[in-house]
């Protein structure tokens, strides 16, 4: 694999992460619709209904709750295939940096900060770890 290609492959945590936490606020959007579903069943007359919008929307929130398990547990898989293969570096502060970076998800300039080393020594440890990472052919897709 090339540089940019182990890149790719190891902010799929992150990715999956920005993924989980769309589908919660899709979840929590749903619920919120469908709060606003269950006044119109005062029994009071309003308009023509087919008198299906609240199990709609349950089936809908069922579903969204479905993917997002999914995409949970998915995280979870894809995060341990990420440390496993970040355990391969040894040296502490290059460890670190890759940890911070790819589950973390910090900028190079914030771990360059909170670390206390200068920003372009960040940018090459990072690139010199990244190059060294053995990632399996399987572990690709």
Request: one cysteine or more; proline letters at 2%.
């Amino acid at each position: 694999m090339t540089y940019d290609e182990k890149k790719q492959w190891l902010w799929r945590y992150r990715e999956s992460i920005h993924r989980e936490k769309e589908l919660s606020d899709e979840v929590k959007e749903l619920r919120e619709r469908a709060y606003n579903v269950s006044p119109a069943l005062t029994g009071m007359p309003g308009g023509s209904s087919d008198g299906q919008a609240l199990p709609r929307a349950v089936e809908s929130i069922t579903r969204a709750q479905q993917e997002l398990e999914c995409q949970i547990n998915m995280c979870g898989a894809i995060r341990r295939e990420i440390v496993e293969t970040i355990e391969q570096v040894t040296n502490a502060r290059d460890h670190e940096i890759l940890r911070r970076r790819y589950l973390l998800g910090q900028k190079l300039e914030k771990i360059s900060v909170e670390m206390n080393y200068d920003f372009r020594y960040v940018c090459k440890r990072h690139k010199i770890s990244v190059c060294k990472l053995d990632i399996e052919s399987d572990k690709k897709n």
